[in-house]
């Protein structure tokens, strides 16, 4: 029986809570924010699942429920299998998980960025701040409801922006979104590209 | 009898040791010949400057080769990269902290614009912050064009009034 099967049915078989998970690639369980931290010491110490290669927070959009997740991929060094874990925050406003960088150390940067792009708190880590954004930004730029270009927010380092007026503005999106065009043959027009040339910054866009 | 002068070059029995000249001109030929640059590399752009320094295209035959760590020792400032809002701070500084004369380069299209960057981590144009020269084009620039813009930017302080700038400094 490979490692990863028998790793699930182990699981299931202790935490009654945990679920199978629908996935196109590697065996994945859900599992519920309580038992996260057994669950993933459980398969690193008895189903050598040693190592942990990402940690990936989703928002799921304003109006789903649960709204955040935590997905774990774990990695068995000895079996060379893949693992995904999944935990969804049950409280909507303010996202929490428990920290696994007791268990793993390698859980410390991919927990604070998690934390600055989504703002998933994690509880116990020993060092949660940003890790992209800057210490006083105020928002959480990969929720949903961000807008992509981004808003005025003030920029730290007082003395530069009495110096120069800057702050952080919205950038302009004219012509955009700027996504490439998968699976167009031309690879000029797959280019992320303005492409929407009806409206510019004196005409504003039209409702679609 | 006038004999025919065939002195065509400088003669030192004639003018002594001296050579006369404009003050702007002898301090812009200084100045044009000798642009340290200070690399602010952020980006893929950084890797052509690293290009541009080395053999092939070879900045040294415009005197700007001693890229200079220290912005106390620079004059003109290449930013070849997307400069974040979070860097942007420290770009500045380090601008601020070169000594006069100095001038930037805006290497690129997310140093001159934001390029395609246009989120709300990037600085939409690096002159929102600093007083850029010259703007270069491409994503990145060719070697090339860097040292077109450098070139620009030699003619560019060839035609300032440097003497009349010192003296009223």
């Given at each position: 029986?490979?490692?990863?099967?028998?790793?699930?049915?182990?699981?299931?078989?202790?935490?009654?809570?945990?679920?199978?998970?629908?996935?196109?690639?590697?065996?994945?369980?859900?599992?519920?924010?309580?038992?996260?931290?057994?669950?993933?010491?459980?398969?690193?110490?008895?189903?050598?699942?040693?190592?942990?290669?990402?940690?990936?927070?989703?928002?799921?959009?304003?109006?789903?429920?649960?709204?955040?997740?935590?997905?774990?991929?774990?990695?068995?060094?000895?079996?060379?299998?893949?693992?995904?874990?999944?935990?969804?925050?049950?409280?909507?406003?303010?996202?929490?998980?428990?920290?696994?960088?007791?268990?793993?150390?390698?859980?410390?940067?991919?927990?604070?960025?998690?934390?600055?792009?989504?703002?998933?708190?994690?509880?116990?880590?020993?060092?949660?701040?940003?890790?992209?954004m800057w210490d006083e930004?105020?928002?959480?730029?990969?929720?949903?409801?961000?807008?992509?270009?981004?808003?005025?927010?003030?920029?730290?380092?007082?003395?530069?922006?009495?110096?120069?007026?800057?702050?952080?503005?919205?950038?302009?999106?004219?012509?955009?979104?700027?996504?490439?065009?998968?699976?167009?043959?031309?690879?000029?027009?797959?280019?992320?590209?303005?492409?929407?040339?009806?409206?510019?910054?004196?005409?504003?866009?039209?409702?679609? | 009898?006038?004999?025919?002068?065939?002195?065509?070059?400088?003669?030192?029995?004639?003018?002594?040791?001296?050579?006369?000249?404009?003050?702007?001109?002898?301090?812009?030929?200084?100045?044009?010949?000798?642009?340290?640059?200070?690399?602010?590399?952020?980006?893929?752009?950084?890797?052509?400057?690293?290009?541009?320094?080395?053999?092939?295209?070879?900045?040294?035959?415009?005197?700007?080769?001693v890229m200079r760590f220290?912005?106390?020792?620079?004059?003109?400032?290449?930013?070849?990269?997307?400069?974040?809002?979070?860097?942007?701070?420290?770009?500045?500084?380090?601008?601020?902290?070169?000594?006069?004369?100095?001038?930037?380069?805006?290497?690129?299209?997310?140093?001159?614009?934001?390029?395609?960057?246009?989120?709300?981590?990037?600085?939409?144009?690096?002159?929102?912050?600093?007083?850029?020269?010259?703007y270069v084009s491409g994503?990145?620039?060719?070697?090339?064009?860097?040292?077109?813009?450098?070139?620009?930017?030699?003619?560019?302080?060839?035609?300032?009034?440097?003497?009349?700038?010192?003296?009223?400094?």
């Amino acid at each position: 029986m490979p490692a990863a099967a028998d790793a699930v049915a182990a699981v299931k078989g202790r935490w009654p809570g945990v679920g199978d998970r629908p996935s196109l690639d590697l065996p994945a369980i859900n599992v519920p924010a309580a038992d996260l931290l057994a669950v993933l010491a459980f398969l690193r110490d008895e189903h050598g699942f040693d190592m942990l290669t990402d940690i990936a927070g989703v928002d799921w959009g304003v109006e789903a429920s649960p709204r955040f997740s935590a997905v774990y991929h774990l990695f068995g060094t000895a079996s060379h299998e893949y693992l995904r874990v999944a935990a969804d925050c049950a409280d909507l406003a303010e996202p929490s998980l428990p920290s696994a960088v007791a268990l793993w150390p390698a859980a410390n940067w991919h927990e604070r960025e998690a934390f600055d792009m989504l703002g998933i708190r994690f509880g116990g880590h020993p060092d949660l701040r940003r890790i992209l954004m800057w210490d006083e930004y105020p928002h959480f730029p990969l929720r949903k409801d961000f807008p992509l270009a981004g808003v005025d927010t003030p920029l730290p380092d007082l003395a530069v922006v009495a110096e120069t007026k800057v702050n952080a503005i919205a950038a302009p999106m004219v012509g955009g979104p700027f996504v490439a065009s998968s699976g167009e043959i031309n690879l000029t027009e797959a280019e992320p590209r303005a492409k929407d040339e009806s409206w510019n910054e004196k005409r504003p866009k039209p409702a679609s | 009898m006038v004999s025919e002068n065939t002195e065509l070059t400088y003669n030192s029995k004639i003018e002594g040791e001296v050579i006369v000249s404009r003050a702007d001109a002898v301090i812009n030929w200084i100045r044009t010949n000798s642009m340290w640059p200070m690399p602010m590399g952020l980006a893929c752009c950084a890797i052509e400057l690293m290009a541009t320094a080395a053999s092939r295209f070879d900045i040294a035959r415009f005197g700007a080769e001693v890229m200079r760590f220290s912005p106390k020792q620079a004059d003109v400032m290449i930013v070849s990269g997307t400069v974040t809002y979070k860097m942007s701070a420290a770009v500045r500084r380090i601008y601020d902290q070169m000594a006069e004369p100095k001038w930037v380069i805006a290497m690129g299209a997310c140093a001159s614009s934001g390029g395609m960057y246009r989120s709300y981590a990037v600085l939409q144009g690096v002159d929102r912050i600093l007083p850029v020269d010259v703007y270069v084009s491409g994503c990145p620039p060719r070697p090339e064009a860097l040292l077109d813009a450098l070139m620009k930017l030699q003619d560019k302080v060839k035609r300032e009034p440097s003497a009349s700038k010192l003296l009223s400094a």
